[in-house]
């Protein structure tokens, strides 16, 4: 066996352990069944959608062959389309959780760290180091971390989520599920569209779109997003704004019809933010230190929009970029597709963590990203009885980082200061095989398999800055250098039942695997940094979907059953020095079992549409945990505990409803309304719990029925609730809370050419 050489730096590739072929099982629902038994067509053809978005507000954007692969997948898969996130005034990745049952999305640090979750499953880890349960995909590439898709949700086509364990028919494993968001691609037709918008807090939001056909087999597709305003958050002693947005998106798309049946496809994209990171509320650091309330904190029942920064420098400092390259070729017999990305971030944040006005949890991250991703495969259709899908995945990825915590006055000297200086790198491939036996009409047999290899290094440790905690400044604190390598061999069965053309029945039983993962934070205890071992998986489904009345009425449900070996999760423990601190660490064995049913009536009255959608999770930890890793946790966890981020019940709805005000122009009233339970965000920590989070929106449109142009206002989070969305113990075992945006109004304006 070889591995990669770790040293801070630089990586020395090895040659990779050989992997053997192995007899893989068959695979899950395939886009075979759509692309390779359709009459042939152009690629371009291939890729249009029913009907255009600009010129029909009420448009579907989701291809044909992507809405017929989504309703017959022998899984749970929501989407949603790209007008439909605009209506609902969706700005980021983590928005979307509000509207998709079962998925849960928070703010960890600063509103640039995205923890997700599908069924409980997720990123537990506010780090951002590490990939979560879950894979994120932008136009067919891998984005390992939350960095790689920030200030990426513009000019979207659709957003769908897959759930249960994936890696079966393209990319890398996942034990969750996958998010995989598309832009709009490059058309044949001159076109696009411009709009400016103008919300509370002095929020200036510029985005636009032109499609540009260069000759009669290239189409080019230029798109961008531009964010500013000042902070909604308000500092009650220097009164600063804290929270505020400057965030620039760029992305253009080229199309290159090579023939009829091939298509490459060129994205090269930039994203730079330098808001000002948000800052949690303290509201028990006074109590703890002795001081009145105001010294340090907010103290109990303070305002929404209060907060208590001092003079901690916070700033955001973060850009980067990548290339992506899709080539697509049709073939008699089935479609081969590749996609190669390369992506570089760079990130200098400085945030409040501690959400006290002294230096107690203060932290810096200073880091580069580098992610390089390829998967490949063939899809196709074999003697109109057998779809079969074969690829093979690799991916590399590095961190260069240096993380910082701030402590002086916990630890009671000037330079008390901890950093983490760390090189860690990531290579993982995989080979999978994917079939769909068609074995009597109507029924099908789902079977799928894959080969997955995962090397994990990491190299580097905690440094005491001033010395406080050594007595010798630099001195090393903690440190670790090593590599560790996983084969694991996953596999999907199943089958599936149509009733009738739109309606289906299914049930699979499938196993995820994650890789194992590091915790990069400056810490003193050098078992923190004490290597995970990966995540495991059984899952259990059973669903049915219908589209009836020319899919005016669609529907989704499904029960599933999770049994986890060693689940991945972040604890609160104690640990040398008197402080209190964050890490990952395992839980042997847990289970999650829930529900999901979400609906959608289209027109079924004229002019109204509903949607809905509603989740119930049962998430418990099977084998309690005292410690990790030799560190006392601070708060034990017992048998039959709830799991971090899963919610026992959620659910959403909207409805909207057209008015024709004359013959030409028509008014739109929506109105939207999100529910989430309360949930634990972290094991070990009595304060680790979110309060019931809802938010009630209200949106109207006017514009004329051709589309041609749209103003419209709006109000997010109407009632101006003011729930707690993350919570946590700091490190003076104080009580630390972020809270949701309060209510923000706005209107925007769009015109289409």
């Not at 730079?272 to 009145?292: C, E, F, H, I």
């Not at 899809?379 to 690829?391: E, F, I, Q, W």
């Not at 190299?459 to 996983?486: E, I, K, M, Q």
């Amino acid at each position: 066996m070889a591995v990669y050489s770790v040293s801070r730096g630089n990586t020395r590739p090895v040659s990779l352990r050989p992997m053997a072929l192995a007899a893989l099982f068959l695979s899950g629902v395939s886009p075979a069944a759509v692309s390779a038994t359709a009459p042939r067509k152009s690629v371009a053809s291939a890729t249009k959608t029913h009907a255009s978005p600009h010129s029909d507000p009420e448009a579907i954007t989701v291809t044909s062959s992507l809405a017929r692969r989504f309703r017959t997948a022998a899984n749970t898969v929501n989407v949603l389309s790209g007008r439909q996130i605009e209506q609902l005034h969706i700005v980021s990745p983590k928005e979307i959780a509000a509207f998709v049952p079962g998925v849960t999305a928070v703010n960890a640090t600063s509103g640039t760290t995205p923890i997700f979750s599908i069924r409980g499953i997720g990123l537990d880890d506010y780090i951002g180091t590490n990939m979560g349960g879950i894979g994120i995909y932008q136009d067919g590439v891998f984005a390992p971390y939350p960095v790689f898709y920030n200030g990426q949700m513009f000019d979207v086509q659709n957003v769908s989520i897959e759930k249960g364990p994936q890696g079966f028919e393209y990319g890398r494993s996942t034990t969750g599920g996958s998010i995989n968001v598309e832009s709009i691609k490059p058309s044949d037709h001159f076109g696009g569209y411009l709009e400016w918008g103008y919300s509370s807090y002095n929020t200036n939001t510029a985005r636009g779109a032109i499609n540009t056909p260069i000759t009669d087999r290239i189409f080019n597709r230029f798109s961008f997003s531009y964010i500013k305003g000042d902070g909604w958050q308000h500092d009650i002693k220097t009164g600063s704004l804290y929270g505020a947005q400057d965030i620039l998106g760029l992305r253009n798309l080229t199309r290159f019809d090579i023939d009829d049946r091939s298509s490459l496809m060129l994205n090269i994209h930039y994203t730079r933010d330098k808001g000002t990171p948000t800052s949690p509320q303290n509201v028990t650091g006074d109590a703890v230190n002795g001081l009145p309330n105001g010294t340090i904190g907010v103290g109990p029942n303070p305002a929404a929009n209060a907060v208590n920064v001092g003079d901690t420098p916070v700033r955001r400092n973060e850009n980067g970029g990548g290339v992506g390259l899709n080539y697509t070729r049709q073939f008699d017999f089935g479609t081969f597709t590749s996609a190669t990305g390369i992506d570089f971030y760079r990130r200098d944040d400085y945030d409040n963590y501690d959400g006290e006005a002294v230096h107690i949890g203060d932290y810096r991250w200073n880091d580069t990203y580098i992610a390089q991703s390829h998967d490949m495969h063939m899809r196709m259709n074999l003697a109109h009885r057998l779809d079969l899908t074969v690829g093979v995945y690799e991916s590399f990825d590095k961190i260069n980082g240096a993380y910082t915590s701030f402590r002086s006055f916990l630890l009671d000297t000037p330079n008390g200061n901890l950093t983490d200086h760390f090189v860690q790198q990531n290579l993982s491939t995989g080979l999978y095989v994917n079939t769909v036996t068609h074995i009597v009409k109507g029924l099908d047999f789902i079977a799928a398999g894959r080969l997955s290899y995962d090397e994990r290094g990491f190299h580097g440790g905690t440094v005491d800055d001033g010395g406080a905690l050594t007595g010798t400044p630099g001195a090393s604190l903690t440190h670790r250098n090593s590599t560790y390598d996983y084969e694991r061999l996953t596999g999907k069965v199943g089958l599936r039942y149509t009733i009738m053309p739109g309606t289906i029945v299914y049930g699979s039983i499938s196993n995820g695997y994650k890789p194992g993962a590091y915790f990069a934070a400056p810490v003193s205890a050098a078992s923190a940094l004490d290597y995970v071992r990966p995540e495991n998986l059984i899952a259990y489904e059973i669903g049915a979907k219908t589209s009836l009345l020319h899919d005016k009425i669609q529907l989704e449900g499904a029960l599933f059953d999770y049994e986890y070996h060693n689940r991945q999760t972040l604890f609160v423990a104690e640990m040398p020095g008197g402080i209190t601190s964050l890490s990952l660490g395992p839980i042997s064995r847990s289970r999650t079992r829930g529900g999901e049913l979400s609906g959608t009536l289209h027109n079924l009255l004229p002019n109204l549409d509903l949607h809905g959608s509603f989740a119930y999770l049962d998430g418990q930890v099977i084998s309690p945990v005292t410690n990790i890793s030799g560190l006392p946790l601070l708060t034990n966890v017992s048998a039959h505990s709830s799991l971090p981020f899963a919610p026992r019940f959620s659910w959403s709805a909207y409805a909207r409803y057209g008015i024709d005000v004359s013959a030409k122009y028509r008014v739109t009233l929506q109105v939207s309304y999100t529910w989430k339970d309360k949930m634990l965000v972290a094991l070990g920590d009595p304060n680790g719990v979110t309060d019931k989070i809802s938010s009630m929106g209200m949106r109207m449109e006017v514009g004329p029925k051709t589309g041609k142009w749209t103003a419209a206002v709006y109000v997010d989070n109407m009632l101006n609730k003011h729930g707690v969305n993350y919570d946590f113990t700091g490190s003076d075992n104080s009580r630390a809370q972020y809270i949701q945006t309060p209510r923000w109004v706005g209107f925007d304006l769009r015109y289409n050419f």
